[in-house]
């Protein structure tokens, strides 16, 4: 039993170490955009889509018309996901992605950039 409950300690340390080091990662990755735009006319926005199993985070910078200035895509298991450029959706338009937020079959990217649009007309009126 004593084994068992060492066992126990040690796992939920670990895991609370790993979640220290994502998070530390991802202040730095917002810390390292949001300095990069600063001073520019351009909105950074980040949206969270759940899936069964995992998640997925899209951060993007968009001008003041909705067009995708840069987007970054971190999904997969916490602690071994790290933000990747996604190149296809620059230029995009957020409108584009309007009527996407309800459809459960969209892909959770696409998911991410209609909430973001819906925040963004949100933030307008």
Same mark, same amino acid.
């Given at each position: 039993?004593?084994?068992?409950? $060492?066992?126990?300690?040690?796992?939920?340390?670990?895991?609370?170490?790993?979640? +220290?080091?994502? &998070?530390?990662?991802?202040?730095? #990755?917002?810390?390292? $955009?949001?300095?990069?735009?600063?001073?520019?006319?351009? /909105? #950074?926005?980040?949206?969270?889509?759940?899936? *069964?199993?995992? !998640? @997925?985070? &899209?951060?993007?910078?968009?001008?003041?018309?909705? *067009?995708? +200035?840069?987007?970054? $895509?971190?999904?997969?298991? @916490? +602690?071994?996901?790290?933000?990747?450029? /996604?190149?296809?959706? !620059?230029?995009?338009?957020? &409108?584009?992605?309007? @009527?996407? %937020?309800?459809?459960?079959?969209?892909?959770?990217? /696409? !998911?991410?950039?209609?909430? +973001?649009?819906?925040? %963004?007309?949100?933030?307008?009126?």
């Amino acid at each position: 039993m004593n084994g068992l409950m $060492i066992i126990l300690i040690v796992l939920m340390l670990s895991q609370s170490l790993l979640s +220290i080091v994502q &998070v530390k990662y991802y202040q730095s #990755f917002i810390k390292r $955009i949001t300095t990069e735009q600063a001073g520019t006319e351009y /909105e #950074f926005y980040t949206e969270v889509v759940k899936g *069964k199993v995992l !998640r @997925t985070i &899209v951060a993007v910078v968009v001008d003041t018309d909705g *067009k995708v +200035i840069q987007c970054y $895509i971190c999904k997969g298991l @916490t +602690i071994f996901a790290r933000f990747k450029e /996604e190149q296809s959706y !620059r230029g995009v338009q957020l &409108v584009s992605y309007s @009527t996407l %937020k309800k459809e459960k079959k969209a892909p959770h990217i /696409e !998911r991410a950039l209609s909430q +973001i649009y819906t925040r %963004k007309l949100e933030a307008v009126t």
